[in-house]
């Protein structure tokens, strides 16, 4: 694998369901960042992890929950979502904060 | 919130014609980076450029180059030559600093073949 991964590349899950989003990346980063993209929205921030430890909550609920181990994976948890939590939901990472950040394939969610 | 400012939503060119996009944005820092991102409909923001501010030199890398104007805040795109795979949304996101890099609405370009 090289790059950035995310697993899965699609989820559908009910709003009473519990799931988590994986992030991956191989490029050996120290940075990594959590982004929704809503239809006809522009990319919003969710989180930053520098050196695993959290550096950044851009007021998201709590609904969900994000995760970093160790520096090469993110995860971001979801429970009771609401339909308008649909979204393509990006991971990227980089070398460290305010270098260039590279994207994985995103995760396309959908609640219902 | 620094302001991004992609004014063309959808740009359709004939294969082989060039496309130019245009980025303004609003910062109050002296120090900034300056990228362009493409998002084909797989979904992935693929890394096209990076400039730094305070380098104002433009450059052509392949079928690529682009137009940095400090003074304006202008951070203009063009694709030369057009082929159906540049068919695609792309994003100029100024990073200003604190992790977040300001994305634009995006300019979608269609490549007609």
């Known amino acids: 694998e090289t790059g950035v991964t995310q697993t899965p590349r699609h989820l559908v899950m009910g709003m009473t369901n519990k799931k988590s989003l994986k992030c991956e990346q191989h490029?050996?980063?120290?940075?990594m960042y959590w982004y929704k993209q809503s239809a006809k929205k522009p990319l919003e921030l969710m989180f930053v992890?520098?050196?695993?430890?959290?550096?950044e909550n851009n007021s998201v609920p709590s609904r969900f929950s994000p995760e970093c181990p160790n520096s090469s994976h993110l995860f971001l948890h979801l429970h009771t979502l609401q339909p308008e939590d649909s979204a393509l939901y990006l991971c990227?990472?980089?070398?460290?904060?305010?270098?260039?950040?590279?994207f994985g394939p995103g995760t396309r969610l959908l609640v219902l | 919130a620094q302001k991004v400012t992609q004014a063309q939503t959808e740009i359709s060119v004939v294969e082989k014609e060039d496309v130019t996009l245009d980025c303004v944005y609003e910062?109050?820092?002296?120090?900034?980076?300056l990228f362009w991102y493409k998002q084909p409909p797989s979904g992935e923001l693929v890394f096209l450029i990076r400039?730094?501010?305070?380098?104002?030199q433009n450059e052509i890398s392949g079928r690529y180059s682009w137009n940095f104007q400090k003074s304006t805040s202008s951070f203009n795109f063009t694709i030369t030559a057009s082929q159906v795979v540049d068919s695609a949304v792309y994003f100029c996101?100024?990073?200003?600093?604190?992790?977040?890099?300001?994305f634009g609405k995006g300019n979608q370009v269609v490549v007609i073949p």
């Open positions: 910062t109050r820092d002296t120090t900034y980076y």
């Open positions: 400039r730094n501010s305070f380098d104002e």
């Open positions: 490029l050996g980063h120290n940075a």
């Open positions: 996101a100024p990073y200003y600093g604190n992790n977040r890099l300001a």
């Open positions: 990227a990472s980089s070398s460290t904060r305010g270098e260039t950040q590279y």
């Open positions: 992890y520098n050196f695993k430890e959290q550096t």
